[in-house]
């Protein structure tokens, strides 16, 4: 107290005197030692803090007009696509105004590789594409006003990507589009403020969805080094990992590619094998893990964690799953095929390649994003604009169209669409460097569409007193590793322990439970799950099956809304593996389960009064898929 004393009496004095300090009273103010010896530790808990305390949210798959499948129905340019990303009103391709609840924090525009730019040239008339006769022909039919040849066309333009050249070929086209997009990049990037990453897709395989988002960690003067790698380049997914080998070793920049829709691939996109079926060499696995560090494991075509059929003992293993065939409907699915088309399946296979050839291709964290062909990274549920311009909202876009197949049965439409999903990465500040780094370290989670807040670490020494900190990281980090990190070696006799955390999204649901996938690789060699309540919502009990009751439903359909009278604004634990075996690898990751709420044909059929057929769900659990965390024994 008696220090507290000369200081307000110093205070006093210093107003009275107008500021100026005598020589006596500066001599009776604390010194920096003095201060220092009032509080032995620093007083601030945050002083020296060297983590990520925030989560920024973005979609790393955005299309455009310049895109050429979506450019056929699309009129909306990159630049209105930042635009809307960072908050902005904008009017769609059809004359409605459109605008985020809350902007995003990121934005890859990833057009496609293939004919790159050429539908603005195309559609503004340009004279070589006109010269052409498939171009003159597109032309008229793109700009007859008909929709019925409006669709077909853009049909026979997304079916020309899958040929082994392109059906117009101008380099100049490419390269200038290509600058145009970096430099526009570079104008709406906004260190601290809006990140603006660079990328594209490269799409190939005609139906068996093989594609891959490319994203550069630098500016303009790194992607202009290159130009986009297409199918037409190649179309073996292999050849884009050494190409993007090769740009890194020649100019020194760096860049990553995120698969998606493995769901689509018709058994394809988790092989074992090589592309041509050869078996599967260490310097091709190690080449995948390191350009691969992430996979799209849910957005509007579908989800692709897991799979009914191969989770049978998980209740949340379907989620709009699209399934039939693959992506254009030309070759029906059958069950053989799924074990190498999802996310949670290919972690599992991946502990196997890992023990086989020392390296571990599907060592991926996951991710979220959109594939929305509409310049638009919508995906809310009450505000979600669709896959592609040909059918923005209006009362009958549930019943249209999106994907027209030779099978009707494999003809998708509207209502079939995901509503999802974005990216959320922890990292330090919201820059491109920042940001790719979060991601090639895999500290990244994926979401169907709220901004929920998760944590999730893993370590060895957890305990009930680090769930009790409105900062969970701080133990996070000091105990352990983050979502995307390896276990540390075993100390004798333990389990690992993970503390996992999250916080509902103010303008979604609360929160149902919170789950932990395990996988692991058993001693002669195959591979298990097992999914674990961890923690949840209304004192709820497992029963005699060891499963919770479902939290309830709260929905008002008719009016497309919900109470969240049911759930949690937030949950928090720490949870002990009680099954560990430490001979054995694994992974685990986090799955959290918002209480059901209005889905997105709900809200249209409310807004717009009609009655949609009884296959039409009208409700949704939205969810988050953190990436996993490994555990490798001692070899």
């Given at each position: 107290m008696?220090?507290?004393?000369v200081i307000?009496?110093?205070?006093a004095a210093l107003?009275v005197?107008?500021g100026?300090?005598?020589?006596?009273?500066a001599?009776?103010?604390?010194?920096?030692?003095?201060?220092a010896?009032?509080?032995?530790?620093?007083f601030s808990?945050?002083v020296?803090?060297?983590f990520?305390t925030?989560?920024?949210?973005?979609?790393?798959h955005?299309?455009?007009a310049?895109?050429?499948?979506?450019g056929?129905?699309?009129?909306?340019?990159q630049e209105d696509?930042f635009?809307?990303?960072?908050?902005?009103?904008v009017t769609?391709t059809?004359g409605?105004?459109?605008k985020?609840s809350?902007?995003?924090?990121f934005?890859?525009i990833?057009d496609?590789?293939?004919?790159?730019?050429?539908m603005p040239?195309?559609?503004?008339g340009?004279?070589?594409?006109?010269s052409t006769?498939?171009?003159?022909r597109?032309y008229g039919?793109?700009?007859?006003g008909d929709s019925?040849?409006l669709f077909?066309?853009?049909?026979?333009?997304?079916?020309s990507?899958?040929?082994?050249?392109?059906?117009?070929k101008?380099d100049?086209?490419?390269?200038d589009?290509?600058?145009n997009?970096?430099a526009?990049?570079?104008?709406y990037?906004?260190?601290g403020r809006f990140?603006?990453?660079?990328g594209?897709?490269?799409?190939?395989?005609?139906?068996?969805n093989l594609?891959?988002?490319?994203?550069?960690r630098?500016?303009?003067?790194?992607?202009?080094?290159?130009?986009?790698?297409?199918q037409y380049?190649?179309?073996n997914?292999?050849?884009?990992?050494?190409?993007l080998?090769?740009?890194?070793k020649e100019t020194?920049?760096?860049?990553?590619?995120?698969?998606?829709?493995?769901n689509?691939?018709?058994?394809r996109?988790?092989?074992?094998?090589?592309?041509?079926?050869?078996?599967l060499t260490?310097?091709?696995?190690?080449?995948r893990?390191?350009?691969?560090?992430?996979?799209?494991?849910?957005?509007?075509?579908?989800?692709?964690e897991t799979?009914?059929?191969?989770s049978?003992n998980d209740e949340f293993a379907?989620?709009?799953?699209?399934?039939k065939s693959?992506?254009?409907?030309?070759?029906?699915?059958?069950?053989?095929?799924?074990?190498?088309?999802y996310t949670?399946?290919?972690l599992k296979?991946?502990?196997?390649l890992?023990?086989?050839?020392?390296?571990?291709?599907?060592?991926?964290?996951?991710?979220?994003s959109?594939?929305?062909?509409?310049?638009?990274?919508a995906?809310e549920?009450?505000?979600?604009?669709?896959?592609?311009?040909?059918?923005?909202?209006?009362?009958?876009?549930?019943?249209?169209v999106?994907?027209?197949?030779?099978?009707?049965?494999?003809?998708i439409k509207?209502w079939q669409?995901?509503?999802?999903?974005?990216a959320?990465?922890?990292?330090?500040e919201n820059?491109r460097?920042a940001?790719?780094?979060a991601?090639?370290?895999?500290?990244?989670y994926?979401?169907?569409?709220?901004?929920?807040t998760?944590r999730f670490?893993g370590?060895w020494?957890?305990?009930e007193n680090d769930?009790k900190?409105?900062?969970?990281?701080a133990?996070?980090?000091?105990?352990?590793v983050p979502?995307g990190g390896?276990?540390?070696?075993?100390?004798?006799?333990?389990?690992?322990?993970f503390l996992?955390?999250a916080a509902?999204?103010?303008?979604?649901g609360?929160?149902?439970?919170?789950?932990?996938v395990?996988?692991?690789?058993t001693s002669?060699g195959k591979?298990e799950?097992?999914?674990?309540?961890?923690?949840w919502s209304?004192d709820?009990?497992p029963g005699a099956?060891?499963k919770?009751?479902?939290v309830?439903?709260?929905?008002?359909?008719?009016?497309?809304?919900w109470s969240?009278?049911?759930?949690?604004?937030e949950?928090?634990?720490?949870w002990t593996?009680?099954?560990?075996?430490?001979?054995?690898?694994?992974?685990y990751y986090?799955r959290?389960?918002e209480?059901?709420?209005p889905?997105?044909?709900?809200?249209?059929a409310?807004?717009?009064?009609?009655?949609?057929?009884?296959?039409?769900p009208?409700?949704?659990q939205?969810?988050?898929?953190?990436?996993?965390i490994?555990?490798?024994?001692?070899?």
């Amino acid at each position: 107290m008696k220090t507290r004393s000369v200081i307000l009496s110093s205070m006093a004095a210093l107003l009275v005197t107008g500021g100026c300090v005598s020589s006596s009273l500066a001599d009776q103010l604390p010194t920096k030692d003095g201060t220092a010896d009032l509080a032995k530790t620093q007083f601030s808990p945050y002083v020296g803090r060297d983590f990520p305390t925030k989560v920024y949210w973005g979609d790393t798959h955005l299309h455009t007009a310049v895109s050429v499948d979506a450019g056929t129905m699309n009129r909306i340019g990159q630049e209105d696509a930042f635009r809307f990303a960072r908050g902005e009103e904008v009017t769609t391709t059809h004359g409605l105004q459109a605008k985020l609840s809350r902007p995003l924090d990121f934005l890859v525009i990833a057009d496609h590789a293939e004919m790159y730019g050429l539908m603005p040239q195309l559609l503004s008339g340009d004279q070589d594409i006109l010269s052409t006769e498939i171009g003159k022909r597109w032309y008229g039919e793109l700009t007859s006003g008909d929709s019925d040849k409006l669709f077909s066309t853009a049909m026979e333009i997304v079916v020309s990507l899958s040929g082994d050249e392109p059906p117009i070929k101008s380099d100049k086209a490419v390269r200038d589009a290509w600058r145009n997009y970096t430099a526009l990049a570079d104008k709406y990037n906004d260190p601290g403020r809006f990140t603006a990453l660079i990328g594209y897709e490269w799409t190939a395989i005609g139906g068996d969805n093989l594609h891959r988002n490319v994203i550069f960690r630098g500016d303009s003067s790194d992607a202009n080094k290159t130009v986009p790698f297409s199918q037409y380049d190649s179309k073996n997914p292999e050849d884009v990992w050494k190409h993007l080998a090769a740009f890194e070793k020649e100019t020194g920049a760096e860049v990553l590619a995120i698969p998606h829709n493995g769901n689509l691939s018709n058994g394809r996109m988790f092989r074992v094998e090589t592309f041509d079926g050869q078996p599967l060499t260490k310097e091709l696995a190690a080449l995948r893990a390191q350009y691969e560090p992430l996979v799209e494991a849910t957005q509007i075509k579908g989800d692709s964690e897991t799979h009914p059929f191969l989770s049978p003992n998980d209740e949340f293993a379907d989620y709009e799953t699209w399934d039939k065939s693959n992506l254009n409907g030309t070759e029906a699915k059958t069950d053989d095929m799924l074990q190498w088309e999802y996310t949670r399946e290919a972690l599992k296979t991946g502990l196997k390649l890992g023990d086989k050839l020392g390296v571990n291709p599907y060592k991926f964290g996951m991710i979220g994003s959109t594939d929305a062909h509409t310049s638009l990274a919508a995906v809310e549920e009450e505000n979600f604009f669709g896959k592609h311009s040909g059918v923005e909202p209006e009362p009958h876009r549930w019943e249209h169209v999106v994907i027209e197949a030779p099978d009707p049965k494999f003809t998708i439409k509207g209502w079939q669409q995901a509503a999802g999903g974005y990216a959320g990465v922890w990292a330090k500040e919201n820059t491109r460097e920042a940001i790719f780094d979060a991601m090639k370290r895999k500290e990244t989670y994926a979401t169907t569409g709220p901004r929920m807040t998760v944590r999730f670490f893993g370590g060895w020494d957890f305990d009930e007193n680090d769930t009790k900190t409105r900062l969970p990281a701080a133990a996070g980090y000091a105990k352990g590793v983050p979502m995307g990190g390896d276990l540390s070696a075993m100390p004798d006799g333990k389990a690992p322990t993970f503390l996992v955390a999250a916080a509902k999204d103010p303008y979604s649901g609360n929160l149902d439970r919170i789950q932990i996938v395990k996988g692991w690789m058993t001693s002669d060699g195959k591979t298990e799950e097992m999914v674990y309540d961890v923690v949840w919502s209304d004192d709820r009990k497992p029963g005699a099956d060891g499963k919770l009751p479902p939290v309830g439903n709260t929905v008002d359909v008719e009016n497309a809304t919900w109470s969240n009278s049911i759930g949690e604004p937030e949950m928090i634990t720490v949870w002990t593996d009680p099954d560990f075996d430490p001979n054995q690898s694994a992974f685990y990751y986090a799955r959290v389960i918002e209480i059901p709420t209005p889905r997105w044909t709900a809200y249209e059929a409310k807004r717009f009064d009609v009655d949609m057929s009884d296959e039409v769900p009208m409700t949704t659990q939205e969810r988050a898929y953190t990436s996993p965390i490994w555990y490798t024994p001692k070899s």
